[in-house]
């Protein structure tokens, strides 16, 4: 019985441990980044200054972006038909003034873009721009369940994160993922409306 | 009886008894290669190497900072934990598999006691993986979890059926806890504790349709799906395709049943090819008796003499109807035997000493251990009357010819005899060197955990205590 205690205790704690390795670039970091982490959340769209934990060191530095690709942990609970929809309604545009001032480092902000249905479900993109510059784009919802859940992931391997095509193209003219022709439609009607904003 | 002569002609080894008479120093007869704890410890090892990387796949694909909310971090850990319960299902499984190989390394014991401290920690698993993902999922949709619930179950696929799973999961290990197990009949038990395929069965699906890790063609998916066809290939090896070849190959049958006293009886099987037999004195061999009323049951037995070339043999005391009836087995039933396993056998050993505890019809496995353990072994064979002292001519017999020292101790446990032999300075002042010895004990509950605990005050440490333990 010792052992059990000890091996359930040994995994609880390797979980946390993992989750909170993961969970920010420092530990500490956590509590400041949670109010800007709700994806559906209206407030992404304000400016956010570059006190913005991530920022200053690993941003364009490192390589690697700062807000990272969530793309993953956010979104795959997949909202089901009977799911309450994340609204894009309150979204409105982004202040632009504080671009301006900020002067060395270029401000980073998320934007997201309108949702759109089509007949596999709900599609919604949110992007991170730095300056003018859009460095990464998540889907926040992609249609899922069944042969779904293959076509949102290649429509998310292609386009996703900080080296998809999104950001290689900086535009919406992005190439139709085969086989999931509605849903890149969509993606780029979503985007096009976050990249709309974001200007 | 002809026991020791038979046994002398078909030695294997050279004693001088062949050329008659024994000499007066007996030239030390075979004694089995130590097989060290090396097979276990990388076992142990290989396990832990799966367990992370079966986590890895999640730890390359989240991003660093990546989970900066609330919901996407207990999302998280119900992944981790989801990976962590889907991998330790498999292990256990493959604990169950009796694969011929995990047999050898780390013993039917052994494996049956990890069976049970990672069912446990499975369900705990698979519980915190449900609701972290539950609570996750809600918080995400910003719904109840009861309504989260709702909608896995109805728009998800598979997931009624890993519910399914997770209840029959939740049922094997509630009758599995000691108290509720002892008082279910065994064949209940069994047959719910069958269900747990079910598990496997049933859980299969969601973690390819959902798996955030494995949903995507690639090369998680590939080795998780490897993962699995291994498991169920051992599966098939361990309980069909290895039985199938060892009775094929030996065609064991009932040659004789001897009674031993009152209440028990020896059981003599001969079969093909048994000089090829690699068993050791000591392991084990389930029975099946394919007779009618009989072939449907198999039950542990240990083997009571050593691997001679001719014969087999296994001494049962007559507790229920089924050992009732093997009573009346006729000379030329087939049996059907599953085996050898075991790790209470003189290969095992850590020191080049041992000390032997039996009590009633444990004697079984030590008599036919004493056959290969080095010289120098002492027996304390514990017995309530004079009546239950079993095979008691071999073991004097075996006294002589290995230089063993044989203590019958024979009268209740709270007899002042008894008693005081069983304690810590009774045990050292017959064998004052126990401390350095390898203890094997085989006998009733009561009677292994009262020697355990003298022995352990005695200064044995556990790992020389070595127990023949059919049962969780």
């Not at chain 1, 019985?1 to 000890?6: G, K, P, S």
């Not at chain 2, 505890?357 to 008599?367: E, H, K, L, Q």
């Amino acid at each position: 019985m010792r052992r059990v205690f000890l091996a359930i205790t040994g995994l609880a704690a390797s979980t946390t441990a993992l989750v909170v390795f993961k969970g920010s670039p420092a530990a500490t970091q956590v509590a400041q980044n949670l109010p800007t982490a709700q994806p559906v959340n209206p407030t992404p769209q304000e400016v956010e200054p570059s006190a913005d934990p991530n920022a200053p060191g690993t941003d364009p530095a490192d390589g690697e972006p700062t807000p990272s690709k969530s793309a993953d942990s956010p979104v795959s609970p997949k909202p089901g038909k009977t799911t309450a929809r994340p609204s894009t309604t309150k979204t409105t545009k982004a202040p632009s003034a504080p671009r301006t001032t900020k002067a060395p480092q270029p401000t980073t902000r998320r934007v997201t873009g309108n949702g759109f249905d089509n007949e596999y479900g709900y599609v919604q993109v949110q992007i991170v721009v730095s300056g003018n510059r859009i460095v990464e784009a998540v889907a926040l919802s992609l249609p899922s369940g069944g042969e779904s859940d293959i076509h949102s992931g290649d429509v998310r391997d292609r386009y996703d994160g900080s080296g998809g095509e999104v950001v290689q193209k900086q535009n919406a003219n992005l190439n139709t993922v085969s086989g999931a022709t509605e849903t890149s439609n969509s993606y780029k009607q979503s985007l096009r409306s976050a990249i709309e904003q974001a200007i | 009886m002809t026991y020791p002569h038979t046994h002398a002609t078909g030695r294997r080894t050279g004693t001088s008894s062949r050329h008659g008479g024994r000499s007066a120093a007996p030239v030390p007869p075979q004694v089995p290669a130590r097989r060290g704890p090396g097979g276990r410890r990388l076992l142990g090892v290989l396990l832990l190497v799966g367990l992370l990387a079966a986590v890895l796949p999640w730890w390359l694909g989240t991003p660093a900072g990546s989970l900066r909310s609330t919901a996407a971090t207990v999302t998280a850990a119900g992944r981790i934990t989801g990976l962590v319960a889907g991998y330790l299902l498999l292990v256990q499984v493959l604990m169950m598999s009796r694969l011929p190989v995990l047999e050898r390394w780390i013993g039917g014991e052994q494996t049956a006691r990890w069976h049970r401290d990672i069912g446990a920690t499975l369900l705990v698993t698979v519980l915190a993986h449900m609701s972290l993902i539950l609570v996750g999922y809600a918080d995400l949709r910003n719904q109840s979890v009861l309504a989260e619930v709702g909608t896995l179950l109805g728009d998800y696929e598979d997931m009624v059926s890993a519910f399914v799973a997770t209840g029959v999961m939740m049922l094997v290990g509630f009758s599995s806890i000691r108290a509720i197990r002892r008082a279910l009949p065994y064949e209940l038990w069994h047959l719910l504790h069958l269900s747990s395929y079910l598990i496997l069965l049933l859980g299969f699906g969601h973690q390819f349709t959902h798996g955030a890790q494995l949903y995507k063609p690639g090369p998680v998916r590939t080795g998780w799906i490897a993962l699995y066809l291994l498991v169920v290939a051992a599966l098939l090896w361990g309980r069909v395709i290895a039985p199938l070849a060892f009775n094929l190959r030996y065609r064991l049958r009932v040659a004789d049943v001897v009674a031993e006293s009152t209440d028990t009886i020896s059981i003599y099987l001969t079969g093909e090819r048994l000089g090829r037999l690699a068993m050791l004195g000591g392991q084990h061999f389930r029975w099946r008796f394919l007779t009618r009323g009989c072939w449907w049951q198999s039950h542990p037995f240990s083997v009571s003499a050593a691997a001679n070339g001719r014969w087999l043999r296994v001494t049962v005391k007559v507790v229920g109807t089924h050992t009732a009836d093997l009573r009346d087995l006729d000379p030329g039933t087939r049996v059907w035997a599953e085996g050898p396993s075991g790790t209470f056998t003189a290969a095992h050993r850590l020191r080049e000493r041992a000390l032997l505890i039996a009590g009633g019809s444990g004697i079984t496995p030590i008599r036919a251990m004493l056959e290969e353990l080095p010289p120098g072994a002492a027996l304390i064979y514990r017995a309530r009357t004079p009546a239950d002292v079993l095979l008691s001519r071999e073991l004097d017999w075996l006294a002589q010819e290995r230089d063993t020292s044989v203590w019958y101790v024979i009268g209740s446990r709270d007899d002042p005899g008894p008693r005081q032999l069983m304690s810590p300075d009774g045990l050292r002042q017959l064998v004052p060197d126990v401390a350095r010895r390898d203890v094997y004990l085989c006998g009733p509950p009561g009677l292994v955990e009262q020697s355990v605990r003298a022995l352990r005050r005695a200064g044995v440490p556990r790992r020389q205590i070595h127990l023949a333990t059919f049962e969780l």
